[in-house]
């Protein structure tokens, strides 16, 4: 199975502050990369597809990037209602693989 | 816009079989990756398989031998057994709608628990 490490597992975030979220594959996984939200209690929400694409109705401080084996997903101006857990996840090849999660909190 | 509901016992003997519907309203059922996902507590998300136009399945390997999902498109509704279950099958399952190059799952349900104990 590919395996998906995300870092940080947690971190502390001010309003206004800009997040980066890394995500490193065991292996190249070309652009079959996702990101998701959590919130406590609720189901994940897709944010970004195929490394950079942005969901419709996602804020466009949402932004994804990187190739291969290295990705990062980065919040510019974090706001309030971002607070949540984000994953990352392959689909390259199955089994289709989530990264642990980054869970951010407020500082 | 597509909305998709879980349903089933929350709670299954060791040994028994765990089996979900998902409801999906809204939207086209045809040409997309119908996908179950789990979370055990305090655990990462673990994908369970998908299933595309009712066609053949594509399960986890570490699940293959328990798990059967298929799709009805007349109920527009999603089904996963998985058998022979124990404590470690105990999770919040989720159905979800996969779409596109990266398979990306853009729809989900709000997930049902699903607790494995006598």
């Known amino acids: 199975d590919i395996q998906m490490t995300q870092s940080p597992s947690s971190l502390s975030a001010s309003v206004g502050d800009r997040v980066i979220i890394t995500c490193r594959a065991s292996q190249s996984i070309s652009a079959h990369i996702n990101w998701y939200q959590q919130k406590p209690g609720k189901a994940p929400k897709l944010l970004i597809y195929?490394?950079?694409s942005l969901q419709s109705g996602v804020p466009s401080r949402f932004l994804g990037s990187g190739s291969g084996t290295d990705f990062t997903l980065t919040i510019y101006s974090f706001q309030p209602e971002d607070f949540a857990t984000y994953f990352c996840?392959?689909?390259?090849?199955?089994?289709?693989?989530f990264g642990q999660g980054t869970k951010l909190e407020i500082k | 816009q597509v909305l998709l509901q879980e349903s089933g016992p929350g709670l299954v003997k060791p040994s028994e079989t765990l089996s979900l519907n998902c409801n999906v309203s809204g939207g086209s059922i045809t040409n997309y990756y119908w996908t179950w996902i789990r979370q055990p507590p305090g655990k990462r998300l673990e994908w369970i398989g998908y299933i595309y136009n009712n066609g053949r399945p594509n399960y986890n390997p570490s699940l293959t031998s328990r798990v059967t999902m298929s799709v009805d498109t007349s109920k527009r509704q999603l089904s996963l057994k998985l058998t022979s279950v124990t404590a470690a099958d105990t999770a919040v399952y989720y159905c979800a709608r996969g779409w596109g190059i990266s398979t990306s799952l853009d729809s989900w349900g709000q997930g049902s628990l699903v607790t494995v104990s006598s």
């Open positions: 195929a490394v950079s």
């Open positions: 996840q392959q689909s390259y090849r199955i089994p289709y693989t």
